[in-house]
């Protein structure tokens, strides 16, 4: 099964409703429920604002637990912006 | 008169004025709260800027300029306010009430420029931007259009801000990252706290809605003008607060104005290193884990000695130290007192006749030894009844002498105004806080001493009893909670009960807690009364109440024992989901009592009278002993435990023929002293006890009888205590004895007697 979702290029306001739509619809066809360990690609993530940073953040709010396996430098400046080090740390991200 | 004799002059009345501004500063206060009612009652706004004027003025003339500076500002905008230019608002009086903090501190430091510290002069700096934002003709409303403060960051190690950003931020084009990031080149991250408790789950989320805020703490050389540059641009729709960061400097010297005001034993012995800390943790756990209340473990001093091996004489000399900053700060409680004058030229009328009255009683008696022509039958009637009007002054001197410290309890309540205020906004909640009786008065020293166990009952009210409106509005309660603080004299004492209108005591909930923390046996209902009061239990209190309850981490069982050191008393009336109240009965003064005076042997005791319950006589010479050889006696089926004063003070005079048992009452339950001779009710003036029998336990201090003699007065609740040694036990109200632990610890005190 595959656990691992891409986040898009564009990883801010202008893309945040199209990765919103894809990550449910991924969510929806069963490619992880609630409690599995979903990896999430960050990799080719060239833009990115507040509105990524909420999106991730209502991933854990909907009980999946995550954790990073790519970052591009974009991502993990964001994260380091924003106080977000335990995301580019190894351990996974909880509900 | 030298400039140097000048100065020492100002420098002695310094602390008259300091007394007299922090009256107006009260005044100040209690006006803005007023006003707040009645925003258009111009009275109000001229006595508020005649008491500000007052200040400025006074604390000119001792050349107190940060205060003169500082108070120009408030007044500017009082003025402003007087002249109708602008209108009070919510927002003002709060302002006005955060400058009257500032005056205080201000007044409080004096001339100390080294207690003026770098965050109290950033806050004022803040205040006076927002003053004259106000006063001037292009002044806006909000402090984000604050003008640029002076940079008081020289001394500063940075800076906390706290955002929240509005729902239409990324609608409107701005992004909370991209204003961190700017906030980053401005200095050094200390901290970043990414808020995103307001986001929600995946399927609620609106893409283009902003749910998140931060909080940064950074390292900056950056002015607060330049901090508040970052949200220029979201300013509209962001609620964003910067303060000051403590520099380690000043954290440690509100580390030190922490310290207790008596340095502990262990604490002394460690800062000189004649203990290790782990040895002294070590020593504490062994006197933690003796069980028992505080006053029965093992002394500190005596486990350094014999477990860490720490010198007796190093052990003598902390505490000789500690003893003598006792002293000296015994020596400095009410050294000034104010006195209305006309009740000072009462007690010196009375004194006046009393003199007169004396000198009418010699001249008496000079006539009949001079001429030997009166009567002798003459000379007595004169001098009964000359004894007659002088023991009615005495009475009248007396009473009139006490009065002198009586002073209304209305100053002291009108103090919650502002915590209610304060405290309910804080909370989100709404509370009307009426204050009955403000008039009623009390002894000086006990209204200073029950402020702060109200104060922590008010909090608690506010916290715990008085719902959020919406919780208030779903019980089909009005949104806003009544909080109400009265007092009257009742029955020669003084009650004062806090009331609410709130969620009163959930007493199931209650004794879940106290059968969890072994204070009741797990299964034992007791009374709803009895039920009530476990929240006055120590080790009742939750971390949760610990913190909100008091902002002073102190707990409910602390407020009732200050309350029964000043002999008093305490009962609540819970009507669960619709209130509580809490009445503290006290005495009016803490200088003379009603007693009962009993004797044992050749010593005399006085009880005071309202503990006593019932005296019961004994033909035999002591109360009957149980099968374990403690002393009890059976009371209408209900064993009642006996204290014998004989034995605790060994009193080795010859044995009684007959006993009796005073039978009283005492916060843990009533049981019964033991003593032999009863000499019935006496009006005791309560003497302190001198240093060497500060230690002595089960006495709160002395008085002289008519004879001369010296009799002890009896402290009923430190006996109650003592003889309710055991853990987790209490007297109860238990009418069959049984093999509970309730049952056990009546027999336990037994072995003290």
């Known amino acids: ?95 | 008169m030298t400039a140097s004799e000048q100065s020492n002059e100002f420098l002695a009345v310094l602390p008259t004025f300091i007394s007299e501004a922090g009256e107006q500063l009260d005044a100040i206060e209690a006006l803005l709260l007023q006003i707040e009612e009645a925003p258009q009652d111009k009275d109000l706004l001229n006595s508020l800027f005649r008491c500000a004027h007052t200040v400025k003025g006074s604390a000119g003339i001792f050349g107190l300029n940060r205060v003169v500076e500082f108070t120009h500002h408030v007044e500017t905008l009082l003025d402003k306010m007087r002249e109708g230019a602008i209108s009070f608002e919510s927002s003002i009086g709060t302002l006005l009430l955060q400058c009257n903090d500032q005056m205080r501190h201000l007044i409080e430091i004096g001339f100390d420029d080294e207690e003026d510290t770098a965050q109290q002069q950033a806050q004022r700096q803040s205040l006076v931007s927002n003053l004259q934002l106000l006063t001037t003709p292009n002044g806006g409303h909000t402090h984000h259009e604050a003008a640029p403060v002076t940079d008081v960051t020289d001394d500063k190690e940075g800076w906390r801000i706290t955002a929240n950003f509005g729902a239409e931020t990324f609608r409107g084009g701005m992004d909370p990252m991209a204003v961190a990031r700017y906030l980053n080149t401005l200095g050094e991250t200390i901290s970043m706290r990414w808020d995103t408790d307001r986001v929600p789950a995946l399927e609620e989320l609106v893409y283009d809605t902003c749910y998140t805020g931060f909080v940064l703490e950074m390292r900056s050389a950056a002015s607060r003008a330049e901090i508040e540059e970052a949200f220029s641009f979201v300013v509209d729709d962001c609620e964003f607060q910067v303060t000051a960061l403590e520099t380690t400097h000043e954290k440690m010297k509100r580390s030190i104005d922490a310290l207790p005001d008596v340095p502990r034993i262990g604490d002394m012995l460690l800062a000189v290193g004649a203990v290790s800390e782990k040895a002294l943790v070590s020593v504490l756990r062994t006197q933690e884990n003796s069980g028992g209340p505080s006053d029965m473990r093992p002394r500190l001093g005596s486990l350094l000695v014999d477990q860490a091996g720490v010198s007796p004489d190093l052990v003598n000399a902390a505490l000789s130290k500690q003893q003598k900053i006792r002293d000296r700060q015994q020596g400095e409680e009410g050294r000034f007192i104010r006195v209305q004058a006309d009740r000072l030229d009462t007690v010196i009328n009375l004194l006046g006749e009393l003199v007169i009255a004396g000198a009418g009683t010699g001249a008496a008696l000079a006539a009949f030894e001079e001429t030997h022509e009166i009567p002798v039958e003459t000379l007595v009637e004169n001098l009964v009844e000359s004894n007659q009007n002088m023991n009615r002054l005495i009475e009248e001197i007396r009473n009139s002498t006490l009065g002198l410290r009586m002073v209304p309890v209305g100053e002291t309540f009108t103090r919650f105004k502002r915590v209610v205020r304060d405290t309910a906004a804080t909370l989100g909640k709404e509370v009307q806080f009426e204050i009955h009786g403000g008039e009623t008065e009390l002894d000086k020293s006990m209204v200073e001493k029950i402020a702060d166990p109200l104060m922590h009952l008010v909090r608690n009210s506010l916290d715990h009893g008085l719902e959020a409106p919406a919780e208030r509005l779903e019980h089909g309660k009005s949104a806003m909670g009544h909080l109400t603080l009265s007092a009257r004299h009742e029955a020669g004492a003084i009650l004062i009960r806090i009331e609410d209108d709130g969620r009163g005591i959930h007493r199931d909930r209650v004794l879940q807690r106290a059968w969890d923390k072994g204070l009741v046996e797990r299964g034992t209902v007791p009374s709803d009364d009895a039920i009530n009061m476990l929240i006055f239990e120590p080790g009742f209190s939750t971390a949760e109440q610990v913190t909100n309850l008091s902002g002073r981490g102190v707990g409910m069982d602390v407020v009732r024992s200050n309350i029964e050191a000043l002999r008093g008393s305490l009962r609540l009336d819970s009507r669960p989901g619709k209130g509580l109240a809490v009445d503290i009965r006290l005495p009016l003064t803490l200088a003379i009592i009603d007693g009962f005076l009993v004797g044992v042997g050749a010593s005399k005791f006085v009880l005071p009278l309202e503990s006593v319950v019932e005296v019961i006589e004994f033909e035999g010479n002591t109360t009957p002993i149980d099968a374990s050889g403690r002393h009890c006696l059976e009371l209408r089926g209900a064993v009642l435990p006996v204290v014998r004063l004989r034995s605790l003070y060994t009193i080795d005079t010859g044995a009684p023929r007959r006993v009796s048992v005073v039978v009283v009452q005492s916060s843990a339950g009533k049981y019964g002293i033991q003593v032999e001779t009863l000499f019935g009710q006496n009006q005791t003036v309560i003497k302190p006890l001198g240093r060497l029998f500060k230690t002595l336990r089960g006495i709160s201090g002395s008085a002289i009888l008519g004879s001369g003699e010296v009799a002890l007065i009896l402290d009923v609740a430190a006996l109650g205590q003592m003889a309710a040694g055991l853990p987790g036990t209490r007297f109860g109200t238990t009418n069959v004895p049984n093999q509970s632990t309730e049952f056990k610890s009546k027999l336990a005190l037994g072995e003290i007697a």
């Open chain 1, 1 to 95: 099964m595959n656990k691992r979702f891409e986040l898009p290029e564009e990883f801010n306001v202008y893309g945040a409703q199209n990765a919103i739509e894809s990550l449910k619809l991924w969510l929806g066809q069963g490619e992880a429920g609630p409690g599995d360990h979903i990896e999430i690609d960050a990799g080719k993530v060239m833009e990115i604002d507040g509105t990524g940073i909420q999106i991730l953040a209502a991933l854990s709010q909907s009980g999946y637990r995550w954790k990073l396996v790519e970052a591009s430098a974009k991502f993990i400046n964001a994260c380091l912006v924003t106080g977000h080090q335990d995301w580019i740390s190894t351990s996974e991200v909880s509900a």
